[in-house]
């Protein structure tokens, strides 16, 4: 027998790719932080002798989910400024606030909260957007969750930088000092069109060229965005970036609500990826993305949950659920995302868009074991026609017992391991008084 890490045994086995595919009575085998092989419970018996056997047996065991746009540490702003149109929202309370409290301590301590939720939700790794990335690396590190840090560009200055330049020197800092963090990748992050400007987005271009990093950008979000930028520049947000040499396979374009055919067909051309934040847009009254469309065209649209300052949930099973129910609705069309698709914009299409997909995103050999047990015992999940439908339209996060990073279990019983949940709600309180006391 071969001697492995970690065997698995799950009712379930839904691995996403190939498509569509449960896999009953199927066990997971781990060695090294990766995914030696799936195969029959029987089979596994025979052929594994493994230091530690977790049965699942009234579970499915999916890949972690990938949360393809976030603002982890805005978690400390969690309701902070609700019921606002985005500017609004953006120049009124959030930035007013960022102004006064945004430090690496602010950035720790809210990523630390952030991942939390996350972790407990299934949600194994973030691409995360914000200021301070290497609090962020240190936070996330901390709690075993794998990351996408974005190096955040933005033309006024902050309290982590002076300039464009300054970002750009910081962030690109980072990542050489952070670069062999088997739990950490790297994305070149301008905010968006109307904080960016062409020169930034022309350095930007260059370094994405030359490091090989994808690029995340808020884009096309409102229609405001739209008509500034045609007054502006006397093009749509998606042909300036084309214009200026940014928008290629490596282009994340964060919500992308307002498409006309011409920008799907750009973005379809230019192999860009789409992360749509459903929540986030029906919360800041920005739209309803043409998901479907998007898809029909060929684009690659994965999931994200925005921040919870704007959400407020870092939850990426009612992610999924809206996504697909909102697409049935826009498209007028049942089948518009059906609940594999759903699932795999919340896994290996998410990882694509990150380019990753080579080492997350499904249960493959050969990938990292980031993997979570959903717990169908419930009486409200009862019965089960359809494990793959379920997670979607029937199980919440609340239902994740199990979560495994790289084949170390990171969520054990619905519990963080290594974590005092107290110690998180202490610090989220003194940032709560802090920000009440706008000081």
Not at 114 to 142: H, I
Not at 180 to 199: E, G, I, K, N, Q
Not at 259 to 280: Q, W
């Amino acid at each position: 027998m071969e001697n492995i890490d970690t065997l698995i045994e799950a009712r379930w086995v839904i691995p996403v790719r190939p498509a569509g595919i449960v896999l009953e009575d199927h066990a997971v085998a781990i060695a090294g932080g990766r995914i030696l092989a799936v195969l029959p419970v029987a089979e596994a018996r025979a052929r594994y002798a493994a230091r530690e056997t977790v049965i699942l047996g009234e579970h499915a065991l999916i890949p972690g989910l990938i949360n393809l746009h976030t603002h982890a540490a805005m978690t400390l702003m969690r309701g902070y400024g609700d019921d606002l149109p985005l500017m609004t929202w953006l120049k009124d309370r959030i930035w007013p606030a960022e102004a006064r409290h945004v430090s690496a301590e602010f950035v720790r301590a809210g990523t630390l909260l952030a991942a939390a939720e996350m972790l407990r939700g299934g949600v194994t790794c973030a691409n995360d957007m914000y200021f301070f990335p290497e609090a962020a690396a240190d936070a996330y590190t901390t709690t075993g969750m794998r990351a996408a840090l974005g190096l955040i560009a933005i033309e006024f200055p902050t309290a982590y930088a002076s300039d464009p330049d300054d970002y750009l020197a910081k962030g690109l800092a980072l990542r050489d000092a952070r670069r062999h963090d088997p739990l950490l990748s790297f994305c070149l992050a301008p905010h968006a069109p109307y904080t960016v400007a062409d020169r930034t987005f022309e350095k930007i271009a260059r370094f994405a060229e030359e490091l090989g990093l994808p690029v995340h950008i808020h884009l096309h979000e409102t229609a405001e965005e739209v008509a500034t930028s045609l007054a502006a520049h006397g093009l749509r947000p998606l042909a300036r970036l084309a214009r200026l040499g940014l928008l290629g396979p490596q282009t994340i374009a964060v919500h992308a609500v307002h498409l006309d055919d011409a920008d799907i067909a750009l973005l379809a051309r230019h192999g860009a990826s789409v992360a749509h934040c459903p929540a986030s847009n029906l919360k800041l009254a920005s739209g309803f993305a043409p998901v479907a469309r998007l898809l029909e065209a060929g684009v690659n649209v994965g999931i994200g949950t925005d921040g919870a300052a704007s959400n407020n949930r870092l939850d990426m099973f009612a992610e999924m659920r809206l996504a697909a129910l909102l697409a049935k609705g826009v498209a007028a069309r049942a089948d518009a995302v059906p609940a594999a698709k759903a699932l795999a914009m919340a896994t290996q299409d998410a990882a694509r868009a990150l380019g990753l997909e080579a080492a997350i995103g499904s249960i493959e050999p050969g990938k990292y074991a980031d993997l979570a047990a959903v717990n169908f015992a419930r009486l409200e999940l009862q019965p089960v026609f359809d494990p793959l439908s379920h997670l979607v339209y029937a199980a919440e996060r609340t239902d994740v017992s199990d979560v495994w990073v790289a084949g170390r279990r990171v969520v054990h019983e619905q519990q963080l391991v290594g974590r005092v949940a107290g110690e998180l709600e202490s610090t989220a309180r003194l940032w709560q008084n802090r920000l009440r006391a706008g000081v």
